[in-house]
């Protein structure tokens, strides 16, 4: 198991201002020699979401991280995957990246496919771990939470909070330890986190991936999709379809892993990650 940076300690210390919100972001190993790699999160979660996979990369890559606006420790309005997506390309010229391996979780792969599709951000390689893209991609629960917001926004915050923990609880295979799960479901916590867990479900759409799904097949880049065989969000027939989709695409599936592929299985998803390096 990697040593990863302890859950009371994980916070990205640096802000930067961009269009879309305040973005936390850090860098670790920056100085190492390898091609540097940047980490994109999904939801719901933040980049606590890499704490097993970053101190490991870093080791030989500069590592870069950084909290989707409206996530983690990042500010931001109405999150959506095209605003996410600008962000990212807008950090990956602002850190003067000339071609690093970009990796996305969930929607966060959906942000790395519209960074590099729709606004040019160059990459060596796409690393895309139970990605958020083929429509549908929005759950259920979420599409019911957009259809009645205002009933959720005013549920009172206990009874929300049972409803995101239990939905949480679906993304790993196994269970989470509480330190864990706390780590997650404190960024939900009260009103203001009940009223930003409900503006991250308002912005989803699959709007915002249809025309990245339309171009699939100009991506030249090697990619590689990773995901949990167990995963109940996105089902392991998303990804044979989206590989068959990008040209040379490779998968790993995790067997014993779920959504949340970094919490069930953490060496195998560096594992896997490792041949996006050796292609």
């Given at each position: 198991m990697p040593t990863p940076i302890p859950t009371a300690t994980w916070a990205l210390p640096d802000r930067v201002p961009l269009e879309d919100g305040t973005v936390a972001v850090d860098v670790l190993g920056a100085d190492r020699?390898?091609?540097?790699?940047?980490?994109?999160?999904?939801?719901?979660?933040?980049?606590y979401l890499w704490r097993h996979v970053a101190p490991r990369l870093a080791r030989e890559h500069p590592v870069y991280l950084w909290d989707l606006p409206g996530y983690g420790d990042?500010?931001?309005?109405?999150?959506?995957?095209?605003?996410?997506?600008?962000?990212?390309?807008?950090l990956v010229d602002r850190w003067g990246l000339d071609a690093p391996v970009l990796v996305g979780h969930d929607i966060g792969a959906a942000t790395v496919l519209r960074a590099h599709l729709v606004h040019g951000t160059p990459a060596t390689?796409?690393?895309l771990a139970d990605a958020a893209v083929l429509t549908p991609w929005v759950t259920a629960l979420a599409a019911?939470?957009?259809?009645h917001l205002d009933a959720y926004r005013t549920m009172p915050t206990h009874v929300f909070a049972e409803l995101v923990a239990a939905h949480l609880r679906t993304t790993t295979a196994g269970a989470m330890?509480?330190?864990?799960?706390?780590?997650?479901?404190?960024?939900?916590?009260?009103?203001?986190?009940?009223?930003?867990?409900?503006?991250?479900?308002?912005?989803?759409?699959?709007?915002?991936?249809?025309?990245?799904?339309?171009?699939?097949?100009?991506?030249?880049?090697?990619?590689?999709?990773?995901?949990?065989?167990?995963?109940a969000w996105l089902p392991v027939t998303a990804a044979t379809t989206l590989r068959?989709?990008?040209?040379?695409?490779?998968?790993?599936?995790?067997?014993?892993?779920?959504?949340?592929?970094?919490?069930?299985?953490?060496?195998?998803?560096?594992?896997?990650?490792?041949?996006?390096?050796?292609?």
């Open positions: 020699p390898g091609t540097p790699v940047v980490l994109t999160h999904g939801t719901p979660s933040w980049s990042s500010t931001g309005d109405a999150p959506s995957v095209a605003g996410h997506a600008r962000t990212l390309a807008a390689a796409l690393v019911h939470m957009q259809a330890d509480p330190g864990t799960e706390r780590a997650y479901l404190d960024r939900y916590a009260g009103v203001e986190g009940q009223q930003r867990y409900l503006d991250q479900v308002a912005g989803f759409s699959d709007d915002d991936t249809r025309d990245v799904v339309a171009r699939l097949g100009e991506i030249a880049v090697p990619t590689h999709l990773i995901w949990g065989g167990q995963d068959e989709r990008i040209p040379g695409a490779r998968l790993t599936t995790v067997a014993d892993a779920g959504h949340f592929v970094t919490e069930d299985a953490p060496e195998a998803f560096l594992d896997a990650l490792e041949e996006a390096f050796t292609r």
